[in-house]
T-cell receptor
Framework: AQKVTQAQTEISVVEKEDVTLDCVYE???????LFWYKQPPSGELVFLIR??????QNEISGRYSWNFQKSTSSFNFTITASQVVDSAVYFC??????????FGKGTKLTVNP | DTEVTQTPKHLVMGMTNKKSLKCEQH?????MYWYKQKAKKPPELMFV???????INESVPSRFSPECPNSSLLNLHLHALQPEDSALYLC??????????????FGDGTRLSIL
């Protein structure tokens, strides 16, 4: 069975601060895919990034960056210079051979002006 | 705007009513999903349709009945729901169930309240 742990339930920062959202996963699959989704108050889950288990390269997209480390089974997400619009619930998820997407419990990020 | 469209956005119904939730996508995706999400919880998978056939039913009560009329449409028929069924219902699609590296695209959801 696969499992995703997002230990941070809620995080509150002031605008322009950097913030890192932690994600630790468990799987017995050798091939698996990791995802981050953003859910603003409107409800839609917005896809942010996908990583496969064979690609440990870190990725940067604008103010967003992701650090994938298989040695610690972690896939952390950093927002640089946070903005109020970044306020949302962020979900880390894993998908392996079972094809079912397994979500973590989510981290609620509040960015205050 | 999302590429997965769900209607209605809000629905209030009594426990004896029959209603349907609708989901539509025009991305050519062959897998479609229904999720249920309670407040402050992650989405929970309910059903998966792959190539218009039901492939996964996560032991969902029979008062929820999915239907996939064609590859672009997914319905969820509701009957005799309970107050605990009040939740956000999310529809998603992906290129194909076997393509597990492809992200699922989600709609805005239907906020359902059972009186």
């Amino acid at each position: 069975a696969q499992k995703v742990t997002q230990a941070q339930t809620e995080i509150s920062v002031v605008e322009k601060e950097d913030v890192t959202l932690d994600c630790v996963y468990e799987t017995r699959d050798t091939t698996y895919y990791l995802f981050w989704y953003k859910q603003p108050p409107s409800g839609e889950l917005v896809f942010l990034i996908r990583r496969n288990s064979f690609d440990e390269q870190n990725e940067i997209s604008g103010r967003y960056s992701w650090n994938f480390q298989k040695s610690t089974s972690s896939f952390n997400f950093t927002i640089t210079a946070s903005q109020v619009v970044d306020s949302a619930v962020y979900f880390c998820a894993i998908q392996g051979g079972s094809e079912k997407l397994v979500f973590g419990k989510g981290t609620k990020l509040t960015v205050n002006p | 705007d999302t590429e997965v469209t769900q209607t209605p956005k809000h629905l209030v119904m009594g426990m004896t009513n029959k209603k349907s939730l609708k989901c539509e996508q025009h991305m050519g995706h062959r897998a479609m999903y229904w999720y249920k999400q309670k407040a402050k919880k992650p989405p929970e998978l309910m059903f998966v349709y792959s190539y218009e056939k039901l492939s996964i039913n996560e032991s969902v009560p029979s008062r929820f009945s999915p239907e996939c009329p064609n590859s672009s449409l997914l319905n969820l028929h509701l009957h005799a729901l309970q107050p605990e069924d009040s939740a956000l219902y999310l529809c998603a699609s992906s290129p194909g169930q076997t393509y597990s590296n492809q992200p699922q695209h989600f709609g805005d959801g239907t906020r359902l309240s059972i009186l």
